[in-house]
């Protein structure tokens, strides 16, 4: 409070009051904004991840779907006729090489683009999905059991990390 010469009080702020409030102000702001900026990065990598999910689970229900899948079946005359569906087939009849393509993890909506062009906000967020198939088959009552685990997993980069998604699944023959 400030007193003028004749002792009575003027009601008003100093500059350093003035000074203090805005700076107070300021660093609220600050804070409120970027607090604002990472919640919206945590709500973009999370729909990524869905994304990624989605990818893999498409993958996943393709492998648990897939028929016929009998690797013992044997034709009329009795030799080998393997029914085995492609998304099936073992890593080492690939050469080694699980498959691999590329897939779309998100689209997203970019509100700064031009929105005269309907294609200019479209942002894409790409990834590699990996399926890769090994022989984990087992001998039950002197007869082998034969069976597959897939493990499908989908890459992606976003904001300038690395990300992955991974789940794994188990097919036997004759289901």
């Given amino acids: 409070m400030v007193f003028?010469?004749?002792?009575?009080s003027a009601c008003g702020?100093?500059?350093?009051?003035a000074v203090v409030a805005i700076t107070l102000?300021?660093?609220?702001?600050?804070?409120a904004i970027t607090a604002m900026t990472r919640f919206n990065v945590f709500a973009s990598s999370s729909r990524n991840m869905t994304g990624a999910y989605t990818s893999v689970m498409t993958q996943i229900d393709a492998i648990e779907s897939?028929?016929?899948?009998d690797p013992l079946h044997l034709a009329e005359d009795g030799s080998s006729d393997p029914q085995i569906p492609a998304v099936l087939v073992l890593d080492s009849d690939?050469?080694?090489?699980?498959?691999?393509?590329?897939v779309r993890v998100y689209l997203y909506k970019d509100p700064k683009k031009d929105p005269s062009d309907p294609t200019s906000d479209i942002v894409v967020v790409n990834g590699t999905r990996t399926t890769s198939v090994v022989d984990v088959?087992?001998?039950?009552?002197?007869?082998?059991?034969?069976?597959r685990r897939a493990t499908v997993t989908v890459s992606y980069n976003y904001l300038g990390k690395s990300y992955s998604y991974s789940?794994?699944?188990?097919?036997?023959?004759g289901q």
């Fill in 4 to 8: 003028h010469k004749n002792g009575k």
């Fill in 13 to 17: 702020l100093t500059i350093v009051e």
């Fill in 25 to 31: 102000l300021g660093i609220g702001i600050t804070t």
């Fill in 66 to 69: 897939a028929a016929p899948f």
């Fill in 94 to 102: 690939r050469g080694g090489n699980p498959l691999s393509e590329s």
């Fill in 137 to 147: 088959s087992t001998v039950f009552n002197s007869t082998t059991v034969p069976i």
């Fill in 167 to 173: 789940m794994s699944t188990v097919r036997t023959g």
